[in-house]
């Protein structure tokens, strides 16, 4: 298995705080759809999974095969998957997973193969695009799609929901009111066509923060559960799920003048320390971190990183810091060195997240 001394630790009480704290925001009836999408935002999904399937109603992951693996993982919890593609959708049916059914092509195909499957009210959810124009039906859409559904008792639709384009920036408050109102009105037309009412959701992290008026049935928990609330007030509220820890490889002293890694990027100009970390491009920490720009902590210090990122390897300043080959090395421990790195890669903390490669150790701790 993978023995990688560089480990991603996952801590389940602060996932389950975390997830604590946004229920506390909502009416106690609304459930809660956790997304796990991207390995769970870089860390583990079937571990996240695990930690809050007791507690939530739904998963939702952008991919097919990535409810397949919840799925052989053991996971029975409804799974949506948010971006089916045409090759997938016979498979989405072989794991009981739920298709969004986003636009004609989609839902005709998976129509189609649903009745050639012979299955009954299989599950399917309907998005609409209320601004983000990325996936998702037009309000105009609404008739046909009643028609499509309705000559096909294949599928039941299980909720209908669309996305916020700026949940998070409060300067857009009015745009994201008006996607909110556009879809209560798409809303309203479906039901009143429709013999049942499915379920509707339309709210990410930020929007549980910003539009809890909006929760409906179900939110969508992203970025929040893995700690990070896009706002600093939100952030103090939550506690940081997952710590990236290492070790020390090698200690090298280096002379003045003597260079450190490639493109001799480090010029030494006084005696200095260096060591050498088991962690590099390849596993997320990206080479605008080097020369400085990002840091480490050895034994409570910050340890600039010198030089430039190699692929598997960071090379740090430890003049200033005892310590000894062998010992720990924390890449990240907290939201706000997670939030400093995104700053300093011109990025956001889901990026930061999602980079972090698969070939570090995953570690669950209570
Ligand atoms: C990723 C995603 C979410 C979660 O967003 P967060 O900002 O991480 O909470 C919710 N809904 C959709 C459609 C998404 O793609």
Known sequence: MNDHVTVLEIS???????????????????KIMVVVKAFGYGSDAVEMAKIVQNEVAYFAVAYACEGVVLREAGIKTPILVLHPQMQNLAQIITYRLEPNLYNFKILE??????????VMNY?????????????GFWHTDVPAILAEIKRSNNVVIQSIFSHLAASEDLNEHEFNVQQ?????????????????????????TSGIVNYSQAQFDMVRLGIGLYGLGNDPKETAQLKNTTSLKSVISQINLVQPGETVGYNRAFVASSPTRSATIPIGHADGISRKLG???????????????????CMDM????????????GDEVIVFNHQQHIEYMAHKCETIPYEILTSISQRIKRLVKK
């Open 109 to 118: 195909r998976f129509l189609a193969i649903a009745d050639e499957k012979v």
């Open 12 to 30: 389940e009480s602060a996932v389950l705080h975390n997830l604590h704290y946004f229920k506390k925001k909502l009416a106690p009836e609304t």
């Open 291 to 309: 020369n400085k720009n990002g840091f480490v902590i050895i034994n409570n210090q910050p340890a600039p990183i010198i030089g430039n990122v």
């Open 314 to 325: 960071i090379m740090v300043d430890v003049t200033k810091i005892s310590c000894n080959e």
């Open 180 to 204: 909110i109102n556009t879809f209560a009105y798409i809303v309203k037309q479906m039901y009143e066509h429709l013999d049942y009412e499915p379920m509707i959701h339309v709210l990410n």
């Open 123 to 135: 599950p399917v959810h309907i998005k609409f695009n209320t601004g983000l124009n990325r996936l």
